[in-house]
């Protein structure tokens, strides 16, 4: 699986993005999709999961209730919509793919993309 997030940019607080992360192959429905993200001089910290089906969905306690996780696996696509956000949501995000929930939310995935900067400025 190819993993390629978009939709990074800057953003004044308060406002909203939506990222996008495209998936190559025919087995995109067969993974749990992760969101990750890394801030300057910090280390990569969970975002987001969804399960295969998209009908459940779990979130870091900082992002919880502004962002939200969702997937077409028609399109091999899985979103992040991010609302209301802050400053320090301002780091490059990744998307992951694994088979296995908890391989992905310890961020030990068999798939990662490259990432894609988002900067909130105050």
């Known amino acids: 699986v190819q993993l390629q997030a978009s939709g990074g940019g800057l953003v004044q607080a308060g406002g909203s993005l939506r990222l996008s992360c495209a998936a190559s192959g025919r087995t995109f429905s067969t993974y749990v999709m992760g969101w990750f993200r890394q801030a300057p001089g910090k280390e990569r910290e969970f975002v987001a999961f969804?399960?295969?089906?998209?009908?459940?969905?779990y979130y870091a306690d900082s992002v919880k209730g502004r962002f939200t996780i969702s997937r077409d696996n028609a399109k091999n696509t899985v979103y992040l919509q991010m609302n209301s956000l802050k400053p320090e949501d301002t780091a490059v995000y990744y998307c992951a793919a694994d088979t296995n929930r908890e391989l992905l939310v310890r961020m030990m995935g068999d798939y990662w993309g490259k990432g894609t900067l988002v900067t909130v400025s105050s």
């Open positions: 969804v399960n295969w089906s998209g009908d459940y969905t």
